[in-house]
């Protein structure tokens, strides 16, 4: 363990930087308090990937602290805020129309629009992100914002909020759009006639009975409110507070130390800190990140379904590929859809190579030593990518699992030479037949060679035919030969022959991967191309 702490210390990746700077925080901290870490879940739509990371970085760092810090106890607090008002239907909800009536009211208490079984809207959505994060081994535990509120553990602080509401009223006024400053209030009374928490506006506050004035007048996106004025308490779950000022309040409430959020929220967790400073407390320390992109360059949203599920994930790549791309510098935006999924796992199998190559010694704080799980390969021994298996599926246009293996194999006897390379190639080979039969298959069309291209494609097919164990290397040199013959760089040849035999723009090294899908398949592949521009 001394060794391992030694190690982790030196590291200069980011989630070691994150827990040393944790660490000056914490140092007058009794040993028995933990540090606390804590990620945020809003139940009004479908958890995507984006929540995988909001909730999977912050472990990363307190896997770190527990390997410079053992004896320090943590505690990764994910808060789900059910008590959200559902401001709009996510575009994946079935039934739409029906969850129009319940806009406004907080998502715990709107029914579960997919109607199996669970109590809430909320509900439905904790459980999904539950079965969400279970294949991923992290260890966190839940907290809701309805239970917070309703048994009181948030009422000596939301009283603290009462105390101190005009000089808070002063700090977030200026930073809202001039049409929200009037009538703005840190309080959202739930008005007990329409159950609606958006459409309430206070009218005055009364802290000796900690309770507020209001009227439900307020339109909200699709919700408007039914007109009932009234007097209520603010504390016991009857209101909740406005959303920079109840992130201000979980803060107090369970002494957060540390916690994530994306770029877009910098600006709002400053003027939280401001809040919690005037509550008395110490903000957080804070880590902003940027955003996942969807193939359109668009930020991933749950609230209008955008984005890419984990089970989807799980289809095309092993769970670890996932922890790896969520592990990547997280202040540089990436892309997060299905199809850059094959890219990420080439990049995690040579980061996996390089990993079984290394000494135990070596193996202590490195990259995958936050990715691996425990049933996880530990070494990959072979050369071959996904990104050539995907390919090899395509090229012999069959999903029969044991052909295409035995063509791997036949390729590389390391594949099947120890338990954790045949175990991870097995994975592979089955995520490429999902791949190809969901993405590939239902839109590949055969590339019909114009007339100045079919001299080419008839001289690689007969040295082919006349070459059935010609090495990768001669066959790459053939190809090189006809690009050198036929345009000014000899790598112009290359989109043909991927056109031809994979109805691809580009692809993995031709030489190798002839080879592989054996030089006889490739020849059959050219001819029905061939043949297509009869």
């Known amino acids: 363990m001394a060794q391992r ?3 982790a210390s030196g590291a200069e990746f980011w989630p070691y930087e994150e827990a040393r700077a944790i660490l ?19 139940p009004s739509g479908l958890p995507h990937l984006g929540t995988m990371g909001e909730i999977l970085r912050p472990s990363y760092v307190r896997h770190a602290l527990q390997a410079i810090a053992p004896s320090r106890p943590s505690r990764l607090i994910v808060f789900i805020d059910d008590m959200d008002g559902l401001r709009k239907v996510p575009e994946n909800i079935p039934n739409r129309a029906a969850m129009t009536p319940y806009l406004g009211r907080p998502v715990s208490r709107i029914p579960d629009p997919f109607d199996d079984g669970h ?22 535990e839940l907290m809701l914002s309805s239970e917070m509120y309703g048994s009181g553990r948030f009422d000596e602080v939301l009283r ?34 329409c159950g609606q928490v958006n459409s309430t506006l206070v009218t005055a506050y009364h802290p000796e009975r900690a309770s507020v004035a209001f009227s439900c007048e307020r339109t909200f996106g ?7 004025r009234g007097e209520q308490s ?53 880590f902003p990140f940027e955003m996942y992109l969807d193939e359109e360059g668009h930020k991933v949203s749950k609230s209008i379904g955008r984005g890419v599920g984990v089970e989807q994930w799980r289809r095309y790549a092993p769970i670890e590929v996932l922890k790896y791309f969520l592990i990547l510098n997280p202040r540089k935006a990436r892309k997060l859809f299905i199809e850059a999924i094959p890219q990420y796992v080439d990049e995690y199998l040579d980061a996996l190579r390089a990993f079984g190559g290394e000494s135990d010694k070596d193996r202590q704080g490195s990259l995958l030593d936050f990715v691996l799980q425990s049933t996880s390969a530990r070494r990959f021994g072979s050369e071959v990518s996904y990104a050539m298996i995907m390919n090899l599926v395509g090229a012999l246009g069959s999903s029969d699992r044991a052909l295409i ?16 390379t045949r175990s991870l190639a097995n994975i592979l080979l089955d995520c490429a037949l999902n791949y190809y039969a969901d993405f590939i298959e239902p839109t590949k069309q055969r590339y019909v060679p114009r007339d100045s291209e079919r001299a080419q494609l008839t001289a690689l097919k007969e040295f082919l035919d006349a070459n059935p164990d010609a090495p990768a290397e001669a066959i790459e040199k053939t190809i090189y030969d006809l690009g050198r013959a036929n345009y000014d760089k000899p790598g112009k040849i290359f989109p043909l022959m991927y056109r031809a035999i994979l109805g691809q723009e580009r692809g993995p090294r031709l030489g190798a991967f002839i080879r592989l899908a054996t030089p006889r398949r490739v020849s059959e592949l050219i001819d029905a191309s061939l043949r297509s521009a009869g």
């Open 222 to 228: 699709g919700a408007h409110g039914c007109g009932h």
């Open 24 to 42: 000056k925080r914490v140092h007058d901290y009794p040993p028995d308090r933990p540090v606390i870490f804590e990620s945020g879940f809003g």
């Open 405 to 420: 293996w035995n063509y791997l194999c036949l390729y590389d006897p390391k594949l099947d030479a120890d338990d954790d």
């Open 5 to 7: 702490t030694e190690i």
């Open 119 to 140: 109590a809430s809207f909320a509900d439905h959505m904790i459980a999904l992100l539950g079965s969400f994060l279970a294949p991923v081994e992290v260890d966190y």
């Open 160 to 193: 603290l909020v009462m105390a101190h509401h005009a000089e808070i009223v002063r700090l977030v006024a200026p930073t809202l759009r001039e049409e929200n400053r009037k009538g703005w209030s840190p309080f959202m009374p739930i008005c007990p006639k």
């Open 234 to 286: 603010v504390l016991g779950g009857m209101a909740k507070v406005q959303w920079k000022v109840d992130w201000a309040l979980r803060w107090h409430v369970l002494r957060v130390d540390y916690e994530l959020y994306g770029k877009d929220l910098i600006d709002s967790a400053r003027l939280s800190g401001q809040i919690l400073r005037i509550l008395g407390g110490q903000p957080p320390l804070g």
